[in-house]
C-alpha cells in the first residue's frame, strides 16, 4: 500500500468559526499536494458547514460516531443515513474514549460497524491496549480479542470499506508516553496476522492500517516509514492546520521512497 491515508479526528473541539477556519486551510493546503489521501473528521454540529467547504476538494468528510439504527425514537443520537446525506464518506468507530470514558462495549462496537458498513459508509475501526494491559503483557490478547468481538459477522463485500486504526490508549493525547516506530510496527503486524486469520490472506493484506497516538510533525517520518504503518489518526494536531499539513506531507514523502524502493 503506498498512498497514505492521514485523518483528522477533531474529537469535541473548535466554534463554527474555527471549524470553518480550519477547514479552510486545510483544503488551500491540499490543493497543492499529491498522492495521499485526507480526511478530516469534525463534531456532529459542525458536520454541514465543514462538507460544504471541502466539497470538491481532495478532502473527505468523516464523523466520529453514529448510532446503529437508520432512524426512530433515539433522542440525541445521529444516523448512518444522517451522516450520508451530509455527504460524509467515513465514520470512526471504536475509539478508546467512547470504549472507556462512555462505555461502548466489543458487542456494541461490532453492531456499530456492521451497521456503518451496510449503509455505504467507510469505518475507521480503533482498537488498542491501555497502559496497565501493556505492562502486564497482554498487548495481544487485548488485540486480538478486540478485533474478534469488534468485527464478528462481518460480509465479505464490506471489507474492502473497513480500516484499522491502532490507538494504543497509554499514547493517546500526549500523554508523555510515545509508543516508538518499533511498538507500532509489531502492534500493526498483530492486527494484520489477526485480520488474515479472519478473513484470508488477501484481504490482510490490503487492508491500510494508520496508527494514532500523539502523531507530530516531528515524529510522524519515523512513524509512516515503518512497514505495515498505512497512514495515521491525528488528534491533536489536527487542529492546527499547520502541523496537520506537516504530517500530510510526511505521508507523501513516504509513500514516494516506497514506490522507489518497489
Ligand atoms: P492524539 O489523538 O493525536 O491527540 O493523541 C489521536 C486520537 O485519539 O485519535
Known sequence: MSRKFIIGNWKMHTTSAEARQLAKAVVVGMSRVARVSVAICPPFPYLALVGEILKGSRVALGAQNLYPEKEGAFTGEVSPTMLLDLGCKYVILGHSERRHKLGESDTFINHKVRVALAAGLNVIFCVGETLVQRNAGRTKTVLDRQLVQGLAHLSAVTLTRL?????????????????????????????????????GTKSAEALSIQYGGSVKPKNATALLSRLGVDGALIGGASLHASQFLAIVRAGINEAQTEEESA
Open 163 to 199: 480500516i484499522i486504526a491502532y490507538e494504543p490508549v497509554w499514547a493517546i493525547g500526549s500523554t508523555g508516553h510515545d509508543a516508538t516506530p518499533q511498538q507500532v510496527q509489531e502492534a500493526h503486524a498483530i492486527i494484520r496476522h489477526r485480520f488474515g486469520r479472519m478473513f
